[in-house]
């Protein structure tokens, strides 16, 4: 009796086992890597010849390379748009601004119970509205957007009070940090992730990181020959580009090492894309291609980034995704992971990470407006894409496959009546959102 008493307990405990929640550490970490001003022709998995980014091609190599992912043409557009997953005419309201009324990727990760942090560039305090935005120098805006920790770089003090790389000025946790000539940016907020890692290790997390390379000044690394030049560190030339671009690659190196290291990698995903184009100063290749920087336009080279997913608990071989992603997507992709009902006006890429049927976005939409000095808002405009082709508000129309640098619209009594139904579709599109003027 006493034998079958014990074995109907344990029989009861396995049952409430298996119908109990998984624990917390099955849930899935992420890491949202941003780097700044960085084109797609950067990196080696896409076919560059100019940079070598080993550690970047051995995510691709075992992951999602996509191949068609549309950021916005500039940083704080593509910021905003990435943490909130709206389109920018909904809540872009100033240059290096987030409205505390916007409800983001932080606050969504953290209100499912991922412990959250941030690193890296913010911009977005409204530094340079501070006659006109009263709580610029609100130091614990990161934290009212849902991370719990951050070490970064213009949340207070702006560009002119102290740069991001060499003896860098960085504010973490509240404080800002005492500044080093020896110090590198790049090297304190890696750091800081590896050890909000390390101490987080047995929660799922989200660390969100907006790199501050490769944007510019382009100057030495540590790596770089002219590092023990101290005068050098400051001189901005765009030769030292291919460092910083190789020097992004050994942090996300040492990000995937500290994974392995805790054993984390196999349940952490990890999301590596670019905020916009490369700056118009930088000439790559692909192969025989020249690729010359797009940033802040709205042609191909200033809005077609990298997108690469890691996640070795679920992709198990390469995948190279062809359709489009654009950056309102991230946003309803965490959603879906973490169960929320958070909307946005993306689509969810989620389903593609795990395995499912991906229905892919037929079109992508792009409003851009960025109130940010006379070169900048010259290219101001909305477009829509498809895979092939693409439309301006002004019905400039193009051929992307045969015209890159939209340089020979079509005209519509030379279009076929394939062009003419796509051109259609196109147009229903932009009847969906605001009439641009």
Known sequence: MRT????????FTLIIISCSPKPEQNRPNVILIMVDDMGYECIGAYGSTSYSTPNIDKLASKGILF????????????????????YNYRNYDFFGHLNLSEYTIGN??????????????????????????????DNTRPNKFGFEEYCLWQLTKGRNDGERFANPLIEQNGKVLERNIDDYGPDIFSNFILDFIERKKDKPFFVYYPMVLVHDPFVPTPDSEDWSNQELRYKNDPTYFKDM?????????????????????????????????????????????????????????????????????????KIIYNELIEFSDFFPTLAQLTNSDAQSDGKSFYPLLTGKEQLPRELAFVHYDPQWGKNVNKYRNQFVRSLTYKLYPDSSFYNLKKDKLEKHPLHFDSLTVDEITIRTTLENEFKKHPKWE
Request: glycine share 8%; proline share 3%.
């Open 4 to 11: 079958f008493t014990r074995n109907l307990i344990i029989l």
């Open 67 to 86: 191949s068609n992912c549309v950021s916005q043409p500039l940083c704080t557009p593509s910021r905003v748009k990435i943490m909130t997953g709206k």
């Open 108 to 137: 969504l990760m953290q209100d499912a119970g991922y412990q959250t942090c941030i690193a890296g560039k913010w911009q977005l305090n409204g530094l340079a509205y501070k006659d006109t935005i009263t709580d610029w120098n």
């Open 245 to 317: 671009v190789a020097y992004t690659d050994k942090i996300v190196g040492k990000i995937i090492n500290k994974l392995e290291d805790l054993n984390l990698d196999e349940n952490t995903i990890v999301i590596f894309t670019g905020d916009n184009g490369t700056n118009t100063a930088i000439q790559s290749h692909l192969a025989n291609e020249l690729i010359i920087g797009g940033k802040g336009n709205t042609t191909d080279a200033g809005t077609h980034v990298p997108l690469i997913a890691y996640w070795p608990a679920q992709i198990k071989e």
